[in-house]
């Protein structure tokens, strides 16, 4: 253990060293209006399934990483609410909604699930939320997949062990966990891993942030202690940010903000708005500042990746690339997308 304390104490003392880990000032903001949540429009043909989605002809923009940052748990109004300047700064600069959508179970792993493999849980078949290791893997080709298998470099650091049941461990490059509830006193915190990672370079990161969710079941959505999470959480993010800055690799890069699942009271699951409706946040080169009027689900996070990657999108994925966010068409869809 004093071993483990020497480590990190020299890896920090190196990394402040270099300015990685120099506190992120937040930015002086106004704080953008909230957006009602829409209810889920039920304009489709139930004798017709869902079209198969395809890639616009446009060319992609082609941006040469892309980092997804899911903070669990988190509704929309908490943002403004935690006081989040490094996702408001995010949101000034990029385009969001604070109306997206998630899965039916609104719950963690299904939820990432569908985030990452861009379909629907009929398809994944992903609807345990434990860490079960005899289930194998979410069924389909996942994000992850298509960039590890075009040669790009892969990351995947959560806060719960369960996300390795997303994708195969063949598709990351790099995967690891910090678990604040397994008792175990890790060495590492999620930013300093992803760091670690980000001074290596990556082309595709998931970063998830746990416990503005642990916070929820102990004491309640929104109340001031899961808030002060969310804060803490944000300045996490910050340092992320600022690593990519100072090793200049944040022009190049893609950012998501987005989460699995809002809640209520100390819990979620239904199909309540509270627990259906979560944030989606896009900022990067190119990335139109506006607040979005399309129609969002928690399948297009894989889609808009894959499509600023210039990866092909598999025909069978649920989700669709958020083309308005790069100031492009964008595709009609039936809703709801998950049937």
């Known amino acids: 253990m004093i071993r483990r304390s020497v480590l990190l104490t020299l890896l920090m003392i190196l990394l402040q060293s270099c300015g990685f880990l120099s506190t992120p000032k937040p930015p002086t903001i106004d ?6 949540p829409s209810p889920i429009s039920t304009r489709s043909d139930p004798a017709t399934e869902t079209p198969q989605p395809t890639i616009t002809s446009t060319p992609a923009p082609g941006f040469e990483r892309v980092l997804i940052v899911s ?5 929309p109004d908490a943002i403004a609410e935690a006081k989040m300047s490094n996702v408001l700064s995010l949101m000034q600069t990029g385009a969001y909604t604070f109306g997206a959508q998630t899965i039916m179970p609104s719950v963690t792993l299904p939820a990432h699930s569908s985030m990452l493999v861009g379909t629907c849980p009929a398809k994944h078949i992903v609807r345990w939320n434990q860490y079960v290791p005899e289930n194998g893997y ?35 490059d ?21 760091i670690q990672q980000i001074l290596k370079d990556f082309n595709l990161m998931l970063v998830h942030f746990p416990n503005g969710d642990l916070k929820g079941h102990d004491h309640g959505w929104m109340s001031y202690k899961q808030i002060k999470q969310y804060g803490r959480d944000d300045e996490a993010f910050g340092y992320i940010l600022e690593t990519l800055k100072n090793l200049g690799l944040y022009e190049g890069t893609l950012i998501i903000v987005t989460a699995d699942h809002g809640g209520h009271d100390t819990t979620h699951g239904t199909d309540i708005l509270e627990d259906m409706t979560i944030p989606w946040i896009i900022s990067g080169a190119g990335i139109q500042s506006r607040q979005l ?15 600023a990657l210039g990866l092909t999108i598999p025909p069978e994925w649920d989700g669709v690339p958020v083309t308005e966010a790069f100031g492009l068409p964008v595709e009609e869809r039936d809703l709801p997308v998950c049937k």
Do not use: M, W
């Open 71 to 75: 903070f669990d748990g988190l509704r």
């Open 31 to 36: 704080l953008p209006p909230t957006a009602t």
């Open 138 to 172: 979410a069924i389909g080709t996942d994000i992850f997949d298509l960039a590890h298998a075009a040669g790009l470099r892969t990351v995947l650091v959560s806060g719960k062990e369960k996300l390795r049941q997303v994708t195969e461990p063949a598709s990351t």
């Open 293 to 307: 009027s399309t129609y969002v689900h928690i399948t297009d996070t894989a889609a808009t990746a894959a499509f």
């Open 174 to 194: 790099y995967f690891a966990f910090v678990d604040d509830t397994d008792k175990i006193n890790d060495p590492f915190t999620i930013e300093q891993l992803a």
